[in-house]
């Protein structure tokens, strides 16, 4: 699977699998992954790439093999130089650059990359890459300061908004929740995780079988129904009535509930949730959000449900301390296909 650029439709990345194996073995989660990046002067080179291969027994002359594990390779380029024909320098447990490449470059150097963490998240044991996944970047006071979802084959990639000290925390229903100690992160140099996931199925349960099945419901996005249909929520949206509006935002979005103003120049527009007319406070899977203006970043397709309290009175105590006053400018609560 092509990854293209939306704005200038250059490649960006591919996913692929293995297909027409010469035994029917379910392979459905070994496969690869190859991003790409052009260099100022116009040549392309594979930034990073894995590559997870299936180790197949063949346990009896007429049966068919088993996976008994699988290899994991991959590279990704540290290091480029400026000013001189000299190779890219990639770490890999085999060859990433091939012998003799090199590109010339111009003198100046381009800025440092920001900030990011990237990696797979998976399941604990079979190491089957799980897809959906929310991850979450929360600074001080667990804050969220940015956030990714896993691709199809559990890949991610978070952009930190600054250097600094961070604890990334993982989430997807079905599994149990993962919170990482703190991760240092600084320009230029990218963290590679991986994210195992123990599911909450016992290992001994029979629905623990190979054979995939729906995610169950997520206890958060159960508690959302729950919260509406007892009329605890007034003005809240699923992802059906998301899909049904098609906003550009979430901004857009909270924007069509009643009493909901919408202020500021154009181009920098603002929802004020009542007559304060204060920025409302965010939370993002029950996490603080740091600012509103996570509405208008966080892509639509992520988000499952949204829940809207324009004051202080109407809001719940869902997120906090329970003793910790709500928001007098009220409070939007998104919760994210990945949720718990």
Request: proline content about 10%; hydrophobic content about 45%.
């Amino acid at each position: 699977m092509l990854w293209l650029d939306k704005e200038t439709a250059r490649l960006t990345h591919l996913d692929f699998e293995y297909a027409r194996l010469p035994w029917p073995v379910d392979a459905r989660h070994a496969g690869g992954h190859v991003e790409f990046e052009q260099l100022p002067t116009g040549p392309w080179i594979v930034r990073h790439w894995w590559l997870r291969m299936p180790l197949l027994v063949q346990w009896h002359p007429i049966r068919r093999p088993r996976i008994v594990g699988f290899h994991e390779t991959g590279g990704l380029v540290t290091e480029f130089r400026h000013g001189g024909r000299v190779p890219a320098i990639a770490e890999s447990d085999s060859e990433a650059v091939a012998p003799g490449t090199e590109w010339r470059v111009a003198d100046d150097a381009s800025p440092p990359a920001p900030p990011s963490l990237r990696g797979v998240v998976a399941v604990l044991g079979s190491g089957a890459p799980v897809p959906h996944a929310t991850l979450l970047l929360l600074g001080p006071a667990d804050s969220v300061h940015a956030l990714a979802l896993s691709t199809s084959r559990g890949w991610f990639e978070i952009i930190a908004p600054d250097s600094g000290r961070f604890r990334m925390v993982v989430s997807r229903a079905g599994y149990h929740v993962v919170s990482s100690e703190p991760l240092e992160v600084v320009p230029g140099r990218a963290v590679e995780l991986r994210v195992n996931l123990r599911s909450l199925v016992e290992a001994g349960d029979s629905t623990a079988a190979d054979t995939p099945s729906p995610p169950p419901e997520s206890r958060l996005l159960a508690a959302v129904r729950r919260r509406r249909t007892s009329g605890i929520t007034l003005f809240g949206f699923d992802r059906g009535e998301i899909a049904a509006r098609r906003p550009a935002s979430l901004l857009q979005l909270v924007a069509e509930v009643r009493g909901v103003y919408v202020v500021g120049p154009p181009g920098q527009y603002q929802v004020v949730l009542n007559r304060r007319r204060c920025a409302p406070a965010v939370y993002i899977d029950g996490y603080p959000a740091v600012g509103w203006r996570a509405l208008a970043l966080l892509p639509v397709q992520w988000v499952a449900a949204v829940e809207v309290f324009r004051t202080a009175e109407e809001t719940p105590a869902l997120s906090g301390s329970p003793d910790e006053p709500a928001s007098e400018c009220g409070t939007v609560f998104v919760w994210t296909i990945g949720a718990p």
